[in-house]
Nanobody
């Protein structure tokens, strides 16, 4: 199993910044992609940003230019720098780690951290 522990959520005013961190432990061999998803009240969980072991990134259109995902492979950690935050960014943010095999993809999730953007 893979354990993911997030930190860094909180309350911030519109236009502000937050940095989320996620540390992975356990059976992390073979984990390729790590990243962040979010779920707002009444909505489905959606991709925010992911990054592969080699550093290839993927962002949701709604966060491009404002959020930056990064990774420290030596520490088995992934980060999300969020700038120019908007009220619509309010959600529970979940760290994700993915392992791909020939037959399927395995997803692992953190417990989630609340981000609230409000004045």
């Amino acid at each position: 199993q893979v354990q993911l522990v997030e930190s860094g959520g909180g309350l911030v005013q519109p236009g502000g910044s937050l940095r989320l961190s996620c540390a992975a432990s356990g059976s992390i061999f073979g984990i390729n992609t790590m990243g962040w998803y979010r779920q707002a009240p009444g909505k489905q969980r959606e991709l925010v940003a992911t990054i592969t072991m080699s550093g290839n990134t993927n962002y949701a259109d709604s966060v491009k230019g404002r959020f930056t995902v990064s990774r420290d492979n030596a520490k088995n950690a992934v980060y999300l720098q969020m700038n120019s935050l908007k009220p619509e960014d309010t959600a529970v943010y979940y760290c994700n780690a993915a392992r791909f095999t020939i037959v399927r993809k395995y997803d692992y999730w953190g417990q989630g951290t609340q981000v609230t953007v409000s004045s």
